[in-house]
Each structure stands twice: as structure tokens, then as C-alpha cells.
């Protein structure tokens, strides 16, 4: 089967920098996405990386390192309302897009 | 295009009854997946339909179904309720790589 583990909990300070990592375990990887899901509302893509390297959204970039399994997401500048759930997800495959537990984002002042 | 839609976004129901939700995907999408979310247990995956065929099947009891329409709208059903089914249901559908997910529904099972 597929798993991904990223920490449960990560606390920044605005205007700062934070990494979100992820690391997986699955067979066929296609590619690595994130989502962001704040409290009461539904998740929002982010970004997908299929090959090795960094791909950059404006604040947020997205790194992925197949032959390390692992992946991050990286918000810069931070702002209050960044705060927020922020879940990696991998699919192999025909199966389906597995996340992982998500990493809950606090920013502070 | 409109979004994703669900319906109802709250439903309340007892131990041992039967619930039926609905999801709307965005105008061409044909692939509909569903999740169960609760605290600490992130996005489970439940079920995929891709063109009214179910291509892949989350590890949930039997309870747990779902089918597609022709017109990509999908619902799914939950019988026998349990406690342990409150969550929130998340339906998504897919273009590429990106998930565009619903509101979702919000059950309380008492």
C-alpha cells in the first residue's frame, strides 16, 4: 500500500519562512500534490510535482526528490491567513490519490 | 464553471439508519472520488467512479457504497449507521493531476 508521513503540527512566525515535509512509501509513484484546507472549508490544490526539482506559485513552492521519497512544501512570507491544514497526497498509478495525515499550520503574530 | 457541489452540507441521523449523499462534479470532469474526514485521521479515501464504473475502492466495510450517473453526478449511501460514521464527506472531481473538492457534507450520527 501507499503511506506518507509529514509532522501533525508546525507553528511560525508571520513574515517567516516554514517547510512542510513530507516522506512517502509507494510503489509506481507518479507524483507528489498538496492541499490546503482551513478550518470548516474543503481542501484546495496547491501544487503537483511529478519530476525531481522545486516548482514555485508565487509565496508557495513544492520540492520533490524521488530517489529520496520525499518531498516539501514551502511557504515563504508568511501571512495570518496561511494558517491552515496543509496535506501532501501521491498516487501510483490507476489507484487512487492517498494524503497523508495533514500538518496543521499556525501563524503567529 | 460552477464548483463542485454537495448536498445536504449537515444531516443529523440515529444509530442503525440509512444516509444518502450527492455530489455534483464540475461541468466535463467524469472522474468523481469520494472521502470520509475526521480529526486525526485525515482524507480516507472511499471510492473512485470514472464514467459511471467504480475503478477503485477505498478499505471500508461493505456499508459504504456508491454509483455514478451518466451525467458524472454521484452519490453515495451509508447503511446501518454507527457512531464512528460522523465525519465530514468529501466528494472531488478530477482534471489531471488537480482535485477539485466539495464543501461537503457534514454528518452527525447520535
Known amino acids: 500500500g501507499q503511506s506518507l508521513e509529514q509532522p501533525s503540527e508546525v507553528t511560525a512566525v508571520e513574515g517567516a519562512i516554514v517547510q512542510i515535509n513530507c516522506t512517502y512509501q509507494t510503489s509506481g509513484f507518479y507524483g507528489l500534490s498538496w492541499y490546503q484546507q482551513h478550518d470548516g472549508g474543503a481542501p484546495t490544490f496547491l501544487s503537483y510535482?511529478?519530476?525531481?526539482g522545486l516548482e514555485e506559485t508565487g509565496r508557495f513552492s513544492s520540492f520533490l526528490s524521488r530517489s529520496d521519497s520525499y518531498g516539501y512544501l514551502l511557504l515563504q512570507e508568511l501571512q495570518m491567513k496561511d494558517s491552515a491544514s496543509y496535506f501532501c497526497a501521491a498516487r501510483s498509478g490507476n489507484t487512487p490519490l492517498v494524503f497523508g495525515k495533514g500538518t496543521r499550520l499556525s501563524v503567529i503574530a | 464553471k460552477a464548483g463542485v457541489t454537495q448536498t445536504p452540507r449537515y444531516l443529523i441521523k440515529t444509530r442503525g439508519q440509512q444516509v444518502t449523499l450527492s455530489c455534483s462534479p464540475i461541468s466535463g470532469h467524469r472522474s468523481v472520488s469520494w472521502y470520509q474526514q475526521t480529526p486525526g485521521q485525515g482524507l480516507q479515501f472511499l471510492f473512485e467512479?470514472?464514467?459511471?464504473?467504480?475503478?477503485n475502492k477505498g478499505n471500508f466495510p461493505g456499508r459504504f457504497s456508491g454509483r455514478q450517473f451518466s451525467n458524472s453526478r454521484s452519490e453515495m449511501n451509508v447503511s446501518t449507521l454507527e457512531l464512528g460514521d460522523s465525519a465530514l464527506y468529501l466528494c472531488a472531481s478530477r482534471d489531471g493531476e488537480t482535485q477539485y473538492f466539495g464543501p461537503g457534507t457534514r454528518l452527525l450520527v447520535l
Open positions: 510535482n511529478a519530476l525531481d
Open positions: 467512479y470514472f464514467s459511471e464504473t467504480q475503478r
